[in-house]
């Protein structure tokens, strides 16, 4: 029963990163500690295996439509999966409460972040989109030491929070690489993949990925994250991001009083 | 540099990628319907080579991208790729004991 559940949460997670381009990360490891009894460790180890799917079948089609930027990539990965591996290890360090008290304070501020900007979360994958039969102008990316330190953060929060960091890769390789959105955000996908191995791997090592849930909720974002990417050109996106920033509202909400009854 | 695209190149990433996508979801799958189904089984084993499989993915095609690199003798790119593949790797080797 419980995996019947598994795959439906993991089904709607998918679909709402899809839709809004937020990957279901954010979602699944508040979800997995709060309702199914996960640890947040290993709700946050077992929600990295569910981004690793949508990355990879994801990048895969960006890969198809030659938007990709292999070589950035993975230059970028050297800090990326470098920043995820370490911080993946130090968590193994850091108490129940700690996590969950950073994994609020997470939530509340992209919500805060998608709700200033008058949920306008997608706009810029909508765009990059629209270009994408156009020809990329030709470009070379530059202030590398710059974007290797965001890839760094991007990739010890990826470990810390299980989540894929796309929210920092893009706007760093558009505004300060001087890279192209549309490639920006192919080559964001196609890092989260290796970035969120780097410290899956790590976090299983550890015994803090629980594969009775993996499997069944990797199943269900699989699904859901094809079904989303399908509907998302016939979907109001402001009504999918307000859901979305609702539902980390109340998930917010829910491990705040489950963090204050613990501490208390 | 970095901008030349190679459609050879990028389709043989993605098929690294989609094929470890689509092998791991029926394989997990897998695991689930015997585990709904068939009483009595240890589905966890199957579920557990989903997993595994899945996290192997990007290494499989950091490792690819590494070997098309080197054989272009990109050899700066190669290394790059090489880089990333042995901290991935290390990270299997420390993540170990931390129970």
Redesign the interface.
Known sequence: MV??LL?VFGFFAGMLGALTGIGGGVLLTPILALHFGVPIRQAIGTSL?AV??T???S???H??R?T?????G??L??AT??GA?VM??LV?YFNRSVLEGLFVAFLLYSSFTILRSGGKLKSDEDSAMLSVNGE?P????QRYPLGLSASLVAGALSGLLGIGGGPIKVPVMFIFMNVPLMVATATSNFMI??T????????????D?Q??I???L??GV?LGSLLGARMAPRVQTKVVVYLLVAVMLYLATHLGVHLLREVL | MSQVREPAFDRAVALVLRVGAFTCFFVMLAGLIDGLFMKGHIPLDIERTGVLLMLATPVVRVAVACFLFFREKDYKYGYVSLGVLVILLLGSVFGLGEH
């Open positions: 995996t019947v795959v295996v690793i799917t990355s990879a079948a990048s895969s089609v890969l198809q030659h990709t930027d292999i070589r950035l993975m230059t990965e050297l999966s470098l591996a993946a290890y193994g990329i030709p470009y070379e990316p993949g290796v969120a191995a780097a410290s899956a791997i790590v976090y299983y090592r550890r015994g990925i594969v009775e993996a499997a069944p990797a199943v699989f």
